[in-house]
């Protein structure tokens, strides 16, 4: 990894440049709340003065760029005697500015399963190859618990990757493509001040957070507590809206559905990303639900996060963005959930 300095007018000038060739996407700030908070989504921007780097997080993450909703696998048709079949998964370059350290990591995740398993997804891969991304430091964000899973930082996933020091940002650079934009502006050799900031930096991000709790134990608490009271409680509470795998930016479950047109002359296979906290997610042919019960719906999607994916993997599924905590309407909170999880522990 490189280093250098870009003095923020600099920078400036390199997102207007990119600007005048290719999509540009950033957080933009799009409402208020009624406390007055921002409300910020990553959007394409049409100036730089719409980007808001400053920003807290998006309740929609950069996934959606990667794994949208809705997307079309392939649309069929008949002609005469014969029939044509259309895939489309090639993508112009784009440029992802702003991303926080979570939102790049989550992509690492998904990068594991849609790139390396035995289907890898030629979809996700073109839109993956096809975006620079351009990532920055931030401030402690409300709900987040990013410190607890070590995603608060990442090392890997990013094209440029920027501290702001002020006027000027410190700058990692990742990738060969990194390296070669950032010289169309004036950048600068790393000094000792500089580097002196940046530590300066960086330790008042992580003295931010509050004392992270060791999550170390949880795929076998997890195991212990299978039948515990614990997923009867706050199961109890979940109303089994979805929000939360909608809004996590590592969930991945979809579903596929084939829509013919009424003349049986054209049709088009849809992928959907489902939510396994659903009532019909487990539903067989035949009719038998497999979770039928709402706090088994939400203690899988806790396994997956902390136990299964840990057994794939090594490591959890879950980069501790909060995003599932803040849009859940129950107030279930994916910190407590595993605070009381971790209180089943009798310490040695
Ligand atoms: S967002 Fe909350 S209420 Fe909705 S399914 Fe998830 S846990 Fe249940
Ligand atoms: S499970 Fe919740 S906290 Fe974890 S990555 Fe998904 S949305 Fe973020």
């Given at each position: 990894?490189l280093?250098?300095i870009?003095?923020?007018?600099?920078?400036?000038?390199?997102?207007?440049?990119?600007?005048?060739?290719t999509q540009?996407?950033?957080?933009r700030?799009?409402?208020?709340?009624r406390?007055?908070?921002?409300?910020?989504?990553?959007l394409?921007?049409s100036?730089?003065?719409?980007?808001?780097l400053?920003?807290d997080?998006?309740?929609i993450?950069a996934?959606?760029?990667?794994?949208?909703?809705?997307?079309?696998l392939s649309?069929?048709?008949?002609i005469?005697?014969?029939?044509t079949q259309?895939?489309t998964?090639?993508?112009q370059?784009?440029?992802l500015?702003g991303l926080?350290a979570c939102?790049?990591?989550a992509?690492?995740?998904?990068?594991?399963?849609?790139?390396?398993e035995?289907f890898?997804s030629?979809?996700?891969?073109?839109?993956r190859?096809?975006?620079f991304?351009?990532?920055?430091?931030?401030e402690p964000?409300?709900?987040g618990?990013?410190?607890?899973?070590?995603t608060?930082?990442?090392?890997?996933?990013f094209d440029l990757?920027?501290t702001?020091?002020?006027?000027?940002?410190?700058?990692?650079?990742d990738?060969?493509?990194?390296?070669?934009l950032l010289q169309?502006?004036?950048?600068?050799?790393?000094?000792?001040n500089?580097?002196?900031?940046?530590?300066?930096?960086?330790r008042?991000?992580?003295s931010?957070?509050?004392p992270?709790l060791?999550?170390r134990q949880?795929?076998?608490?997890?195991?212990?507590?299978?039948?515990?009271?614990?997923?009867r409680?706050w199961?109890?509470?979940?109303?089994?809206c979805?929000?939360c795998?909608?809004?996590?930016?590592?969930c991945?479950?979809?579903?596929?559905s084939?829509?013919v047109?009424m003349?049986?002359?054209?049709g088009?296979?849809?992928k959907?990303l489902?939510?396994c906290?659903l009532?019909d997610f487990?539903?067989?042919?035949?009719g038998?639900?497999?979770?039928s019960a709402?706090?088994?719906r939400?203690k899988?999607r806790?396994?997956h996060?902390?136990r299964?994916?840990?057994?794939q993997?090594?490591?959890?599924?879950?980069?501790?963005?909060?995003?599932c905590?803040r849009s859940?309407l129950?107030?279930?909170n994916?910190q407590e959930i595993?605070?009381?999880?971790?209180?089943t522990e009798v310490p040695?």
């Amino acid at each position: 990894m490189l280093f250098r300095i870009v003095e923020k007018m600099a920078f400036r000038s390199l997102i207007q440049l990119l600007l005048e060739t290719t999509q540009v996407i950033g957080p933009r700030k799009i409402a208020v709340t009624r406390e007055g908070k921002p409300v910020h989504q990553y959007l394409p921007l049409s100036g730089f003065e719409e980007l808001e780097l400053g920003y807290d997080t998006t309740d929609i993450p950069a996934k959606s760029y990667f794994l949208p909703y809705e997307e079309n696998l392939s649309t069929w048709s008949f002609i005469g005697n014969d029939w044509t079949q259309e895939i489309t998964y090639r993508l112009q370059p784009r440029v992802l500015v702003g991303l926080h350290a979570c939102d790049i990591n989550a992509l690492l995740k998904l990068d594991k399963v849609m790139t390396r398993e035995f289907f890898p997804s030629p979809y996700y891969i073109s839109r993956r190859k096809n975006s620079f991304i351009i990532g920055i430091d931030h401030e402690p964000c409300q709900g987040g618990f990013c410190h607890w899973l070590g995603t608060d930082s990442v090392n890997r996933g990013f094209d440029l990757f920027l501290t702001d020091l002020g006027d000027r940002y410190f700058v990692a650079i990742d990738s060969e493509r990194g390296f070669t934009l950032l010289q169309q502006v004036a950048v600068r050799l790393v000094t000792e001040n500089d580097t002196a900031d940046y530590l300066t930096v960086r330790r008042r991000i992580a003295s931010g957070f509050a004392p992270p709790l060791d999550v170390r134990q949880l795929p076998r608490l997890l195991d212990m507590e299978f039948d515990s009271e614990i997923w009867r409680r706050w199961g109890a509470k979940c109303l089994s809206c979805g929000s939360c795998a909608a809004v996590c930016p590592t969930c991945y479950c979809y579903g596929v559905s084939e829509n013919v047109s009424m003349d049986f002359t054209r049709g088009a296979k849809v992928k959907q990303l489902y939510s396994c906290t659903l009532k019909d997610f487990a539903e067989v042919a035949g009719g038998h639900n497999f979770r039928s019960a709402r706090e088994t719906r939400l203690k899988y999607r806790y396994y997956h996060q902390h136990r299964g994916f840990v057994e794939q993997y090594d490591e959890p599924k879950c980069v501790g963005c909060g995003r599932c905590g803040r849009s859940c309407l129950a107030g279930i909170n994916p910190q407590e959930i595993i605070g009381d999880l971790l209180a089943t522990e009798v310490p040695s």
